[in-house]
């Protein structure tokens, strides 16, 4: 992939079911990303790699709380971002109802 210095990601800070993130950097051709999600106490929840640009995950079976997305981009070099999961809105009103 090449010399990597500094990439910018549109990466969202909460997120109910689905985690959608883009890479903003067109001189990439190709690219293949390995990333990791933790939770607060750095477990890993799940780990795997996305092709290309943009990608979207299903996290809804994560429960609520704070995660570190860690995506490796090449040579060891690596980017966290925070986000928290947040119940979908029936999941709230379910809660309220029992």
Known sequence: MGQIKNIEVEFPSVVRELLSLRIKDEQLVNPVFEYTITDSEKKVCRKGKFNGLE???????LNSGKYYFTLNVTDGKSFVYAFEKKPRAGDILEFMAS
Do not use: F, G, K
């Open 55 to 61: 990608v979207q995950m299903r996290v809804a079976h």
